[in-house]
C-alpha cells in the first residue's frame, strides 16, 4: 500500500467526490502531541469500521501535521508534506517526510519493514494518527533541591562548587513521529496529551541540568550571566538527553528559558567577598579604598562624643597600626604596576592575574650586536641598549 499525491491524479472538478472515505484531523491541540483520525464520508457522515481503509480512500495532511499510518500495530507509511493524498494498497509504502522532521525517519522506517499483507488484501486493523510537529511551549520546570554549579573566576583565584535553584519553562518538538509512536504511546485509542509524559521529561530534565550546567561553567559563563545563554544551555540539554529523548523518543528541546535563578545566599556572599579581596591586590584600588576609608574615620573623629581630639588621636592610633598609607600604596602601583597587553588587567606580579600572560618587561630578547640572550634592559655581554 502507498499513498499517492492527489494533484498528481486530480481530473477536473469531480476528483474527490470518487474516494469511499475521507481522513483529516483539525487543528491539534497546543497540549496534544498524538491524536487518531476518524474517518469520514464526505455528505454522508461516517461510515463503516475506524480500523480499516478502503482503497482510493483520501488522507489529507495539514501544515504542522504528521501523519502515519498503522497496520497491525505495526508503522508502515509515513507523510509529513502538506496536500491531500489517496490511499492504493497496491503500491509500495511511500514517505513524504517533509522538511521539519529528522533525517533519519526513512532509515528507522525502513528498520521497522514493510507492510504485512493478508493475501493481497488490508489487515484487520488499520489506523491513521496525526502527529503535532509545532513546537510545544509551556513546559514548566523548577529545581526542588539546590543543583552545584562551578564558578571559576581567575582574576579572584575562585574555583569552587556552588549551589543554584533555577526555575523557568522550556519547550519541545516531535522530530520522529516512528519513533515516539513506536516507544512512546503505541496503538493510543485516541489521543495522546503532553501531560502524559510531561512528569517523566522534567524528572529527566533535571538530572541533566548539573552535567549541562557544567558545560556552561566551563565555556567561563557566571551563573547570573546564564539567562543570557540559553541557547548554549538548551544545545547542552539536547547533548545530554539525546540517547534519552532524540534516539528513543524522537523529541528534541528546541528552546529553554530561565525566569529565575539563584546562588545560595552563603555562597554568594564568600564570592563577594573573593572577589573584593582580589580587587585590593591592586594597589591603586587598595589606595583609594584606604582614602575612603581614613576620609570616612576623618567624619566619625570629628564626630566623636568624647571630643574630635579624643577622636583624630584614636584615628592616628589605628592609621599606625596598620603599617601602611595610601601614598605607599599608589607610590607601588607607579614603580611595580604594568598592563596585560593581551587583557588590559593591572598586575604587580610577574603574570596576570586574570589571564595568565606573562609580564612582557621580564620577556627575553637578543642582543643584534653580539647574540647575547637578555633579560634586562641592557646586553649584559656588551652593554647594547634594549631594542624597542
Not at 507509511?77 to 502538506?82: G, L, M, Q, T
Not at 602601583?333 to 595568565?356: D, L, R, S, V
Request: aromatic letters at 8%; a negative charge.
Amino acid at each position: 500500500m502507498g499513498l499517492i499525491s492527489a494533484t498528481m491524479l486530480a481530473v477536473g472538478s469531480t476528483f474527490g467526490d470518487q474516494w469511499k472515505e475521507y481522513f483529516y484531523c483539525d487543528a491539534i491541540p497546543a497540549d496534544t502531541i498524538c491524536i487518531k483520525a476518524h474517518k469520514k464520508v464526505k455528505g454522508f457522515g461516517n461510515h463503516g469500521n475506524d480500523n480499516i481503509i478502503s482503497d482510493e480512500s483520501v488522507i489529507a495532511v495539514a501544515d504542522g501535521q504528521c501523519m502515519i499510518i498503522v497496520e497491525q500495530g505495526q508503522v508502515v507509511d509515513i507523510c509529513a508534506e502538506p496536500g491531500e493524498y489517496k490511499y492504493d494498497s497496491k503500491t509500495e509504502p511511500s514517505i513524504f517526510t517533509g522538511k521539519n522532521l529528522s533525517s533519519s525517519i526513512k532509515d528507522v522506517f525502513n528498520e521497522i519493514g514493510k507492510r504485512i499483507t493478508f493475501g493481497g488484501g488490508p489487515g484487520a486493523d488499520q489506523r491513521v494518527y496525526y502527529f503535532n510537529t509545532k513546537e510545544l511551549t509551556g513546559l514548566k520546570y523548577g529545581t526542588a533541591s539546590p543543583v552545584p554549579f562551578r564558578v571559576v573566576d581567575m582574576r579572584a583565584g575562585i574555583d569552587m562548587d556552588i549551589s543554584l535553584k533555577a526555575f523557568g519553562e522550556y519547550s519541545i518538538r516531535v522530530t520522529d513521529p516512528i519513533l515516539f509512536y513506536t516507544n512512546v504511546c503505541a496503538n493510543v485509542a485516541d489521543e495522546y496529551k503532553v501531560s502524559n509524559i510531561e512528569t517523566m521529561m522534567r524528572t529527566e530534565l533535571l538530572t541533566a541540568l548539573q552535567p549541562a550546567f557544567a558545560k556552561i561553567s566551563a565555556s567561563g559563563i557566571r551563573y547570573s550571566e546564564i539567562p543570557a545563554h540559553t541557547t548554549e544551555l538548551a544545545s547542552a540539554l539536547n547533548e545530554e538527553l539525546s540517547k534519552k529523548w532524540k534516539d528513543t523518543r524522537g523529541i528534541e528541546i528546541v528552546s529553554f528559558g530561565v525566569s529565575s535563578i539563584k546562588a545560595d545566599a552563603e555562597d554568594e556572599q564568600v564570592i563577594k567577598q573573593m572577589q573584593r579581596d582580589a580587587a585590593y591586590t591592586n594597589p591603586n584600588l587598595a589606595g583609594a579604598a584606604l582614602v575612603g576609608a581614613q576620609a570616612q574615620a576623618m567624619r566619625d573623629a570629628a564626630n566623636n562624643a568624647n571630643g574630635a581630639a579624643m577622636g583624630f588621636m584614636g584615628m592616628n592610633a589605628a592609621q599606625a597600626t596598620g603599617g601602611v598609607n595610601a601614598n605607599a600604596l599608589f607610590n607601588q602601583a607607579q614603580t611595580t604596576g604594568w598592563t596585560c597587553p593581551k587583557c588590559g588587567t593591572t598586575n604587580q606580579g610577574n603574570f596576570c592575574t586574570n589571564c595568565g600572560s606573562p609580564n612582557p618587561a621580564n620577556a627575553k630578547w637578543i642582543c643584534p650586536k653580539c647574540h647575547t640572550e637578555n633579560s634586562g634592559n641592557f646586553c649584559i655581554n656588551c652593554g647594547e641598549k634594549k631594542p624597542a
